[in-house]
Nanobody, 123 residues
Framework: QLQLAESGGGSVQAGGSLRLSCLAS????????LGWFRQAPGKDREFVAT????????KYSDSVKGRFTISRDSAKNTLYLQMNSLNSEDTAVYYC????????????????WGQGTQVTVSS
């Protein structure tokens, strides 16, 4: 069974950067899509970015395109999210998740979720 564990969250001022990590264990990540989602207080969870683990192809939400970069290190079984030019609207709990579908931005297609890591951006 796949287990995902996020880390790297914290507090940062607007304009700053953070890098989130998601360590995967328990099964191979071949033929999976790995994604980042986030949930702000009082809002639904929303798609941020996803990557095809095998090919490295990526997809981003419009709200983070050009500021965030999703990447993976296959040797370390780790997914990353580099977040630059952060603003207060990026404040949320960030989750990584796995899907059998490639480049999916559809929340229900993801079957395994981490526990989340808090990102707080102050202005």
């Amino acid at each position: 069974q796949l287990q995902l564990a996020e880390s790297g969250g914290g507090s940062v001022q607007a304009g700053g950067s953070l890098r989130l990590s998601c360590l995967a264990s328990g099964r191979t990540l071949d033929r999976l899509g790995l994604g980042w989602f986030r949930q702000a207080p009082g809002k639904d969870r929303e798609f941020v970015a996803t990557i095809d683990w095998n090919t490295g192809n990526r997809k981003y939400s419009d709200s983070v395109k050009g500021r965030f970069t999703i990447s993976r290190d296959s040797a370390k079984n780790t997914l990353y999210l580099q977040m630059n030019s952060l603003n207060s609207e990026d404040t949320a709990v960030y989750y990584c998740a796995a899907s059998p579908n490639y480049l999916s931005d559809y929340d229900p297609s993801y079957f395994d979720w981490g526990q989340g890591t808090q990102v707080t951006v102050s202005s």
